[in-house]
């Protein structure tokens, strides 16, 4: 039937009793039931999905009619359960019910939509892709894609996070880094983050979405979660999934949740870590995802207070010291000042590094051979005068080196004849010179 949706398992099924108890009234659904249950218990819905009568009720958003039939294990009497979500339901004995539960539910002539099979292929897949019991829509497996985020790292293969990778981030190639990690305190985490090949912003396509999804328990919450890290970290993918978020937690819940501060806070540290570690670990692709990927992170320096200071460290700049295209770190700066700096780092804005190079400003810089950071994008200007300092230095453009220029002793001096001269053509040409 174009508008009947019928849903069927084969577990244990329910008593007449068992019926009552969770489908009897509105009010007790079975989740008031199941929430006392678990705080009696003083333990976290470690299995929540099964529960029959949570969040039960909703079927009515959608449905005229309702029928649930199921038959306990062990009995030879199976029941049939049925109400229009008025209130009231009746209840009777029904044969021919095989064991487990089956609901056959009457969509309303406007929701048709949600017996089609695509939708109905749609929805499971989206919400329900990494329950841990198969689901089948006419005969066909849905979920077949493992949630390789509750195992171990070291279970986990490198084809089988390429495989998830291109799933989830709906990618073509594998991911640049993978990022697998679990940890219980101070919350409950289990996450995978990915960082691609490269991202749309670059070609101005606008602001890209989030890229990581939240789950409790392999049931999603919510996809594209902007809660969960700063959004400079837009440009991850992934997935996160919590056992202390509940499955009944609301969208205006979450705005306002001391929860997910605390995990947007322990994330994005872990992810900063993550990255620092892979630049001592190869900082030649390292480079390569700062190169395609630097943008944001100067967007988290710039925007993100809390964790600026940690978030410089991954700040790569060119330098005068190094090759056209080369960059260098904040630390390889500071390991190779010399005494004259008195602390400071010193940078220099310009429209290229030419420009920089044959730059007034350079000279003293040059003399007392002081290294300077080559700033050529007007972000990256920003990113000095937001940040001020790293590790105790100042920040301090060359254009206010407080450095004494030194005497060339190898370049040639002129003769005071040509002094002399000098100075008259000096007096004739800018009348009131001394």
Known sequence: DASTLTLQDSGIGMSREELVDNLGTIAR??????????????????????QFGVGFYSVFMVAEHVKVFSRQRGSDVGHCWQSSGDGAYELSEATNVPLGTKIVIKVKESEKSFCQKYTVEQNIRKYSNFVGFPIYLDGNKLNTVEAIWLKSKNEVTEEQHNEFFRFIGQEFSDPRYTFHFSADAPVSIRAIFYVPESHLEKYGMG??????????????????????????????????????IPLNISRETMQDSALMRKLNSVLAKRVIKFLNDQAKKDEQKYL????????????????DFELAKDTSKLLRFESTV???GELVS??????????EQEDCIYYLSAPSRESAMNSAYMEACK?????VLL??????DFVMNNLNEYAGKKLVSAE??????????????LAAAAQKELFAWMERSVPGIK
Do not use: H
């Open 207 to 244: 602001r890209q979405d989030f890229g990581v999804s939240l789950y409790s328990r392999k049931v999603l919450i919510q996809p594209k979660c902007d809660k969960l890290l700063p959004g400079w970290m837009r440009f991850l993918k992934g997935v996160v999934d919590s056992e202390d």
């Open 367 to 371: 003399a007392n051979k002081v290294e």
């Open 288 to 303: 390569a995802f700062f190169k395609e990927f630097g943008q944001f992170i100067k967007e988290g320096v710039c925007s």
């Open 400 to 413: 206010k080196a407080k450095l004494a220029a030194k005497r060339d002793e190898d370049s040639p001096k």
């Open 322 to 324: 190094s090759e056209e």
């Open 29 to 50: 659904s079975g989740s008031r039931n199941f929430i006392k249950q678990v705080t009696e218990g003083g333990s976290a819905a470690t299995n929540v999905i099964g």
């Open 375 to 380: 700033i050529t994008s007007t972000i990256d």
């Open 330 to 339: 904040f630390d390889d700066y500071i390991s190779r000042m010399v005494p």
